[in-house]
């Protein structure tokens, strides 16, 4: 039976909800314990909600609650929610799969994930499910990255006569980071379509595609671009970590604008970040061919160089 929960209006477990789901409680038991009883509330956005809470405590005694919302709760955007959390099952298992089962660090088990990813391929390739479900399937399934079938499960959807589909491909291309996506990422920042031309700068973003520097330039300069889109232009040009967009970027710190200059600052944050990083990693793979070649040129290199020498 759902514990008791002191008086709270709606706005008052939406408060609690969204202060767990942005990390500003945690989870202790009292919480765990609210979480709980609010997954069966009468009103249909406060189940969407905690359900939503679950993603950050990705603990296997949600799986079975996951799957009941999404198979029977009444209200679609419950359902839809579910589906969505059950997501996290999937990039753990995708990680577990990288890292070893046995690490100490995973929580799920090999059969808990293969019974997730069991559920949502049969949401996604079943006709008969709502559309909706089948598009959070799809975005679900789509951090197993190497799947042959999730890969053609996107192709399909992408592919599909109705947008909405398409959309969702987009998303799921994100996640999954495939570089064959590269070219349908990039043929999407023109498109008419609103949503979808979202979802694509997004994309280029998450996947740090320099090739959409000069079409992001564009869009973070041009002040007729939407506000969401323009905003969301900002922050992916840092995420490429071209040099190309430091000069935009600084320059934009100075926008008249209050929210330009505030994207502009936390992303330039962000280019630093990355430009730090790939100098690491570059420092790395030079330690590495110093050390490979220490004390003569390894062997591909000395043939080479005899070879060169006969001519």
Not at 7 to 18: G, I, N, R
């Amino acid at each position: 039976m759902a514990e008791r929960l002191p008086k709270m209006t709606k706005k008052d477990k939406l408060t609690f909800l969204a202060d767990i789901e942005d990390g500003y409680r945690h989870f202790d038991k009292r919480a765990l314990k609210m979480l709980r009883t609010l997954l069966d509330d009468h009103d249909a956005q406060v189940r969407a909600e905690a359900i939503a809470c679950l993603w950050n405590d990705p603990s296997p005694d949600w799986i079975d609650i996951l799957i009941h919302k999404a198979t029977d709760d009444p209200h679609a955007q419950v359902r839809v929610h579910a589906i969505s959390a059950l997501g996290r099952y999937i990039y753990e298992g995708d990680f577990a799969e990288f890292e070893g089962w046995d690490a100490p660090f995973f929580e799920i088990t090999r059969d808990d994930f293969q019974r997730v990813s069991d559920f949502l391929f049969r949401v996604a390739q079943d006709p008969d499910e709502a559309l909706e479900a089948r598009r959070r399937a799809i975005e679900a399934l789509a951090f197993l990255e190497e799947d042959p079938d999730v890969i053609e499960l996107i192709e399909w959807a992408y592919r599909h006569h109705d947008r909405r589909f398409k959309v969702s491909a987009i998303f799921a291309m994100a996640r999954n980071g495939d570089p064959r996506w590269t070219d349908y990422i990039l043929n999407e920042l023109h498109s008419a379509d609103p949503e979808m031309q979202y979802e694509a700068v997004h994309a280029v973003g998450e996947l740090g595609i320099i090739e959409a520097t000069e079409t992001l330039i564009e869009l973070a300069r041009e002040k007729t671009t939407r506000k969401p889109l323009r905003l969301l232009a900002i922050y992916a040009l840092a995420e490429t970590g071209d040099a190309r967009a430091y000069p935009v970027l600084d320059q934009l710190t100075r926008a008249r604008e209050r929210d330009v200059r505030d994207v502009a600052r936390d992303a330039l944050e962000e280019w630093y970040s990355i430009r730090e990083m790939d100098d690491m990693a570059d420092e790395m793979l030079d330690d590495d061919l110093a050390a490979e070649t220490e004390g003569g040129l390894p062997d591909i290199w000395s043939n080479a160089t005899g070879i060169f020498s006969r001519n």
